[in-house]
């Protein structure tokens, strides 16, 4: 890396994962619960050939699916916001990047475990029946898996800057440039 060049706290790939691809996921998701309540009330769980699902959903659940559905979005919001606050409005301060990032990042690794744990442990007994999950099932874990692996990841400091490991380098480095 040049003298010259700023290590960043989110760099370009965990960016896009969670600044851009994370949020497009969830607006996503709230667009569907908006457009059609009943089917994405009705691929929650799994659905074996005997099952009825509701034709009609009560108000008070589709007031429920369109409400979690906003939350999820609004999540999702937050990441590209702050995200690309710390990147535009603090580029040059690596060390307080990791710290709001990791203040970010951090109840949304333990939302992603939650997410997918809790999800599994509501579906009972049909927690095993994978050939009846529903397509959205399968996003929940799948993209769940999907965000949880790099948020482990960002937290574990791989391809980052981490202050506690690159931090006296870093200021060193940095030292260099302004005696130059």
């Not at 994370?22 to 005997?50: C, R, W």
């Not at 008070?60 to 702050?82: D, K, M």
């Not at 769940?144 to 006296?168: I, N, S, T």
Request: hydrophobic share 50%; with cysteine.
């Amino acid at each position: 890396m040049p003298l010259n060049a700023l290590p960043s706290a989110v760099p370009t790939p965990y960016y896009v994962i969670f600044g851009i691809i994370e949020p497009l996921l969830t607006v996503g998701g709230f667009a569907g619960a908006l457009i059609d309540p009943l089917k994405t009330y009705n691929e929650q769980a799994t659905q074996p050939p005997s099952l009825l699902l509701p034709t009609e959903l009560p108000t008070a659940a589709r007031v429920t699916v369109i409400q979690l559905g906003h939350a999820c979005a609004l999540l999702g919001l937050v990441n590209f916001f702050v995200l690309s606050a710390l990147r535009t409005h603090l580029s040059s301060n690596p060390f307080l990047q990791e710290k709001i990032a990791r203040a970010l990042l951090s109840p949304l690794l333990l939302g992603d475990i939650l997410h997918m744990a809790l999800t599994i442990y509501a579906l009972g007994d049909a927690r095993w029946d994978f050939a009846h999950y529903t397509p959205t099932l399968w996003m929940i874990i799948v993209f769940g898996f999907g965000l949880f692996v790099p948020r482990a990841m960002w937290h574990m400091g791989v391809g980052r800057f981490v202050e506690a490991r690159d931090g006296k380098q870093f200021r060193s480095r940095s030292y260099q440039v302004l005696k130059s």
